[in-house]
């Protein structure tokens, strides 16, 4: 598509409950990116992908949160247990190569009660 | 740890004011800035960017200064429209050849009639 493409635009869970968010990148490109917006502050990365594979983790607190980008299907941000502190706006962007403006979707809102 | 991160978190301007938005940024490595504009309830909007080897970019009525002698970028808006109310911040690519994106804190842009 010409667009990202994030899935559900809300979604409402429990605390200790999964939730588990989509996102399809723009057809063609390479780098797929997950970021957490808290409040309309600042996003903090998460996770990019290259392809199927990850490029930087560096911001994924692995206890709860795991994400994937397999071929042929959106990729997917996953948290097992939710917490409160996980309500978010979760970004995804996507890129077609290094060093370039990433597009972003419309996020997925996260509310944990 | 580096950061980017503005001044001034709101900034009003009458319609047909320019506006300047500014962001300071600490890695001297950074080589390429993006300004994204973040409407409520959506993703942020691509606007301008700009790469080291530039001091100037212009877009149409905007504009980017990127001065590395100080670490400072700042965006220009020239005749200031309510439409432009929004969110803006600031995001770098930290080193040539590392994809991801490290945001600022945005500032919030007022723009009455």
């Known amino acids: 598509g010409e667009e990202v493409a994030q899935t559900p635009k809300h979604l409402v869970r429990g605390e200790g409950q999964k939730a588990k968010l989509y996102c399809a990148p723009i057809?063609?490109?390479?780098?797929v990116f997950w970021y957490q917006q808290v409040l309309k502050n600042e996003f903090k990365f998460l996770i990019s992908?290259?392809?199927?594979?990850?490029?930087?983790e560096t911001g994924m607190p692995k206890e709860r949160f795991s994400a994937k980008c397999l071929p042929n299907s959106p990729c997917s941000l996953e948290i097992q247990a939710t917490k409160l502190e996980d309500s978010a706006v979760y970004f995804c962007?996507?890129?077609?190569?290094?060093?370039?403006?990433?597009?972003f979707g419309q996020g997925t809102r996260l509310t944990v009660v | 740890g580096e950061s980017v991160g503005l001044h001034l978190p709101t900034l009003s301007v009458q319609e047909g004011d320019n506006s300047i938005i500014n962001c300071a940024y600490s890695?001297?490595?950074?080589?390429?800035f993006i300004w994204y504009k973040q409407e409520s309830g959506k993703g942020p909007q691509f606007i301008i960017d700009?790469?080291?080897?530039?001091d100037k970019r212009q877009g149409q009525r905007v504009t980017v200064l990127l001065n590395k002698t100080v670490k400072h970028l700042s965006l220009q808006i020239a005749a200031t429209q309510p439409g432009d109310s929004a969110v803006y911040f600031c995001?770098?690519?930290?080193?040539?050849?590392?994809?991801?994106?490290?945001f600022g804190k945005g500032t919030m842009l007022l723009v009455s009639p």
């Open positions: 962007a996507s890129s077609p190569d290094k060093n370039t403006e990433a597009f």
């Open positions: 057809k063609g490109h390479s780098y």
């Open positions: 992908f290259q392809n199927e594979n990850v490029f930087d």
């Open positions: 890695n001297s490595a950074s080589d390429y």
């Open positions: 700009i790469r080291s080897n530039m």
């Open positions: 995001a770098e690519i930290p080193f040539s050849g590392y994809s991801t994106l490290t």
